[in-house]
């Protein structure tokens, strides 16, 4: 026994494969660890009844769309409205996306007969508005069409790298399940609306694939992507670090360390620039902590949040009550992520992308927030049964109507 597993060692070593915990491990995981199938004396998953398996979570993500635009209408139909979709799906932060598309960010601190200050379009990273206005100059200036254009595929990339990424370290059948509660969780709200969510899923998902592919210059560069698109997304970079220090260690692969270099270019070039603009590198904090208030309390305001102590939230039991299980939810997923022993880049990425959510003042733990932490789908879908699997997808379903038809009609309230 002890042979077989030194000679299984040594084959692995010879092949460059990368060992556990950092990449998935076929005695692990068990057949289809890289895409393939169920076992020979299983059912096929959904997706392999598929003509082509990468069809079944696109087909998914479709089938949110259909159920974003059911709740719309039932909701126009409650509060005896009528108003066309661009009024929901151009929603809130979506007038800050397409300000900075169209006009990108403003020379000036105060914008001329407002209010409001337009330098606080500052706090919003660039690369969806890059996107959007990339989209939109093809389209000949329709920049609404472009931004929905962009969200509709940046949340279909999203909803199929979920899906690849776990047929990755698992297998489909683990993928399907994990790609329906991820579309169906309330945070999947984003995928009807202007907001940089989905994108900043796709491309993170993509980093994690590079990376457990040793594809290091890939993955670093999804990382400057991510770190280009959304603050809380810094954490690839420290994630890819500790993948390329393992792969150093252990290998003495140096190639890796290119990964974590490359990946906070993005966050660098952004400050940079803002740097430039405004004559103050740290400008974004500034922007951040007088527009927002935000600030780290070391999770003291999620604390309050989760306890009924602010009364601006409390007022809302039913938002207040998704709050605390989404809370509860991302707990229990990173505990069943370790359970299931998922690579450690995906443990990694998860509790580092909770703790930013969780930590500063504001914005908060949120769903749409919450929900970047991604692999914890994974870790669910591994290892929850069925008979709580599937009570757990229709709660989540249920808080996802509840929130898409319930904000748009309650602007002031705290923002999901």
């Given amino acids: 026994m002890a042979q077989s597993a030194s000679s299984a060692t040594s084959r692995a070593a010879a092949s460059g494969a990368t060992p556990a915990p950092f990449a998935a491990s076929a005695e692990r995981t068990g057949p289809g660890l890289r895409g393939g199938g169920s076992g020979p004396s299983e059912r ?5 009844r598929l003509p082509r398996p990468w069809m079944f979570p696109l087909l998914v993500f479709a089938g949110t769309w259909v159920l974003i635009l059911a709740t719309w209408f039932v909701t126009d139909l409650i509060y005896h409205q009528s108003n066309p979709p661009r009024w929901y799906y151009g929603f809130k932060d979506a007038g800050f996306y397409l300000g900075i598309a169209e006009h990108g960010y403003a020379w000036t601190l105060h914008a001329p007969h407002h209010s409001v200050r337009q330098s606080g379009w500052a706090a919003f990273f660039p690369l969806f508005p890059l996107a959007i206005r990339l989209v939109g100059f093809l389209i000949f200036g ?25 047929a990755r370290v698992c297998d489909r059948r683990v993928a399907d399940r994990a790609v329906v509660l991820y579309c169906l969780f309330p945070g999947a709200m984003t995928f009807g609306m202007l907001y940089s969510e989905p994108l900043g899923i796709a491309l993170s998902a993509a980093a994690l694939l590079a990376l457990l592919s040793r594809r290091w210059v890939l993955a670093g560069i999804c ?17 890819l ?18 990964a974590p270099a490359l990946a906070p270019l993005g966050l660098l070039a952004f400050f940079g620039y803002l740097g430039h603009r405004y004559r103050d590198y740290g400008f974004w904090f500034q922007v951040e902590q007088r527009g927002w208030g935000a600030h780290f309390d070391g999770g003291v305001h999620t604390f309050r949040v989760l306890f009924w102590q602010i009364p601006g939230i409390s007022q809302y039991p039913a938002y207040n009550v998704i709050i605390i299980g989404v809370a509860a939810f991302t707990a229990v997923g990173i505990g069943l992520m370790i359970a299931a022993r998922l690579p450690v880049p995906l443990t990694l990425f998860s509790i580092l992308v909770f703790v930013a959510v969780i930590t500063p003042s504001t914005p908060g733990i949120k769903p749409r927030l919450v929900w970047t932490a991604f692999p914890i789908f994974i870790g669910a879908a591994a290892k929850l049964p069925k008979v709580i699997f599937w009570p757990v997808v229709i709660l989540s379903a249920a808080a996802l109507v509840y929130l898409i038809g319930w904000w748009p009609y309650h602007p002031a309230a705290p923002a999901p």
């Fill in 44 to 48: 096929p998953s959904l997706s392999e």
């Fill in 142 to 166: 329709h920049y609404l069409t472009a931004a929905l254009i962009v969200v509709v595929a940046s949340g279909a990339a999203s909803a199929l790298g979920v899906w690849a990424l776990a």
């Fill in 223 to 239: 990382g400057a992507l991510c770190t280009a698109e959304r603050p809380d997304l810094v954490v690839i970079a420290a994630v």
């Fill in 241 to 258: 670090g500790v993948a390329a220090l393992h792969a150093v260690w252990a290998r003495r692969e140096w190639r890796a360390l290119l």
